[in-house]
């Protein structure tokens, strides 16, 4: 565990950007139901400030764009813009999706300020040999948000190629992570929606 605690705090200062294609599943346990959904992840770290940007394809699509403690959840569809103050919804934010950005450029201090931390046993994810991560949330909002978060970390790496949210419900959201590039060259027009004249803003409260 602390080996690789120790190299996440290395990427997590040199990070300075990321990309990764992604495939998310949604678990409904009272309807026994998953949803799998493919999309696209982007983190950008500027002057100690964290951007990221989750896009979600397919027949319901969704671009999700976290900056400081301002969410903006866009539906293209529908022409609308959901905005949270992810700061009154508790340290790490309302959004499963801001929790699931939990184990990228994210310093191990911050970790254990805010979880208790065990390493589980190893697993094979996507063809790599992997160790599993567990957190378990120390501040009651978040718990409300997440039971526990789980990451796997392959062998020698920092950064983790899938990444588990369970709520106390027994649902769950997973993102498994692939083309994984850290530090790509990616232009500050990837970390801004690209909205159209007429779209609506509605502020979540």
């Given at each position: 565990?602390?080996?690789?605690?120790a190299r996440?705090?290395?990427?997590?200062?040199?990070?300075?950007?990321?990309?990764?294609?992604?495939?998310r599943?949604?678990?409904?346990?009272?309807?026994?139901?998953?949803?799998?959904t493919?999309?696209?992840?982007l983190?950008k770290?500027?002057n100690?400030?964290?951007v990221?940007?989750?896009?979600f394809?397919?027949?319901?699509p969704?671009?999700?764009?976290f900056?400081?403690?301002?969410?903006?959840?866009?539906?293209?569809?529908?022409?609308l813009v959901?905005?949270?103050d992810?700061?009154?919804?508790?340290?790490?934010?309302k959004?499963?999706d801001?929790?699931?950005?939990i184990?990228?450029?994210?310093p191990?201090?911050d970790?254990?300020?805010?979880?208790?931390?065990t390493?589980?046993?190893?697993?094979?994810?996507?063809g790599?040999?992997?160790?599993?991560?567990?957190l378990i949330?120390?501040d009651?909002?978040?718990?409300?948000?997440?039971e526990?978060?789980?990451?796997?970390?392959p062998?020698?790496?920092s950064?983790?190629?899938?990444?588990?949210?369970?709520?106390?419900?027994?649902d769950?959201n997973?993102?498994?992570y692939?083309?994984?590039?850290?530090?790509?060259?990616l232009?500050d027009s990837?970390?801004?929606?690209n909205?159209p004249?007429d779209?609506k803003r509605?502020?979540?409260?």
């Amino acid at each position: 565990l602390n080996d690789i605690l120790a190299r996440m705090d290395q990427s997590a200062r040199n990070l300075r950007t990321f990309s990764a294609k992604m495939k998310r599943t949604e678990y409904t346990k009272i309807l026994n139901d998953k949803e799998d959904t493919d999309g696209l992840r982007l983190v950008k770290r500027s002057n100690g400030q964290t951007v990221g940007i989750v896009q979600f394809f397919g027949q319901n699509p969704q671009t999700l764009r976290f900056a400081g403690k301002t969410v903006e959840n866009y539906y293209p569809d529908a022409k609308l813009v959901e905005v949270y103050d992810a700061g009154k919804f508790g340290k790490m934010g309302k959004q499963v999706d801001q929790l699931l950005l939990i184990g990228i450029g994210v310093p191990s201090a911050d970790l254990r300020r805010d979880f208790d931390i065990t390493a589980g046993g190893t697993e094979t994810i996507g063809g790599k040999p992997t160790t599993r991560i567990r957190l378990i949330p120390k501040d009651s909002d978040l718990k409300k948000q997440a039971e526990k978060i789980e990451m796997w970390v392959p062998e020698g790496e920092s950064v983790p190629i899938q990444v588990k949210v369970t709520r106390t419900s027994g649902d769950y959201n997973e993102a498994l992570y692939s083309d994984v590039k850290v530090n790509p060259a990616l232009p500050d027009s990837a970390f801004e929606l690209n909205l159209p004249a007429d779209v609506k803003r509605k502020v979540i409260k």
